[in-house]
C-alpha cells in the first residue's frame, strides 16, 4: 500500500459481523474506545457493519441500525449511525469519510428519510463536514430506567434529497444506536 489518498486505500466492505474482537481490532482494548463512558448510557448494536481491511486487519468502521423515533408526536424510523471508528495511527486519511459515505449509501435504500448520530461536542465540526448538521434542541432517548435527555450531541443528516427536519419534540423510542 502506497500513497494516502482515498483511491490508495481497500475499498469499504460489508461485514458480516461485528462483535468486541473487530472493535478491539480497531480500537485496542481499552475500557471506553468512544469516550462515551462518562455519559453512563446503554446503547444498542448496530446491525449493519462497514469496514476497511488493510493487509487482513479491519482499521475503520461504521454501523448503522434503524430505530423509531416520535418528532411532534409523530411516529418514524430514522437510520441510525453509530460505532465510526478509526485504527488510531491511520486517522486524518480520510477513512472515517469512506466508512460513512458507504453506511449513507446503504441507508438510502432503507426507507427512512433521516439519518441520525450522537456524538461528543469535540465531533461535531468533522460530522458537520461529511454533510450532518446539528439538531438544536433536547432529545429523549430511552434507557433501562426511563427516558433521559441526551447528553451528547444530537446530529442528523438528509438521506433523500427533499427530506427535512420536522418541527416538534424529539424522542428516540428505543436505546440509542
Ligand atoms: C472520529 C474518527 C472516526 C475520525 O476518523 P478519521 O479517519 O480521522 O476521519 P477522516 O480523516 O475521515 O475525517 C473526516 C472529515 O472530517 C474532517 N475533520 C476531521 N477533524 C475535524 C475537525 N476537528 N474539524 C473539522 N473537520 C474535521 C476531515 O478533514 C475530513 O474531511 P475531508 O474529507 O473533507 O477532508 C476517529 O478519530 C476515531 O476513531 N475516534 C475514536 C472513536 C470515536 O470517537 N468515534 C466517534 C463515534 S461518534
Not at 56 to 83: D, F, N, Q, R, Y
Not at 159 to 168: K, V, Y
Request: net charge negative.
Amino acid at each position: 500500500m502506497t500513497g494516502n489518498s482515498p483511491s490508495a486505500w481497500p475499498a469499504v466492505v460489508r461485514l458480516a459481523q461485528y462483535t468486541k474482537t473487530e472493535i478491539s481490532e480497531i480500537l485496542g482494548d481499552g475500557d471506553d474506545p468512544f469516550g462515551v463512558a462518562e455519559a453512563g448510557l446503554s446503547w444498542l448494536p448496530k446491525e449493519e457493519h462497514f469496514g476497511i481491511r488493510r493487509d487482513g486487519c479491519l482499521v475503520a468502521h461504521a454501523g448503522l441500525l434503524m430505530v423509531p423515533l416520535s418528532i411532534g408526536g409523530v411516529e418514524t424510523k430514522v437510520v441510525g449511525l453509530g460505532g465510526v471508528a478509526v485504527t488510531p495511527e491511520l486517522r486524518g486519511h480520510g477513512l472515517a469519510r469512506m466508512v460513512v459515505t458507504a453506511a449513507l449509501t446503504h441507508a438510502r435504500t432503507m426507507g427512512p428519510q433521516h439519518g441520525l448520530l450522537f456524538c461528543r461536542p469535540p465531533l461535531v465540526p468533522l460530522y458537520q463536514r461529511l454533510g450532518w448538521r446539528t439538531l438544536q434542541q433536547d432529545v429523549h432517548v430511552e434507557q433501562p430506567d426511563g427516558p433521559v435527555v441526551m447528553p451528547l450531541r444530537t446530529m442528523w443528516t438528509p438521506l433523500h434529497d427533499d427530506a427535512s427536519w420536522p418541527e416538534g419534540p424529539v424522542r428516540l423510542l428505543s436505546l440509542p444506536m
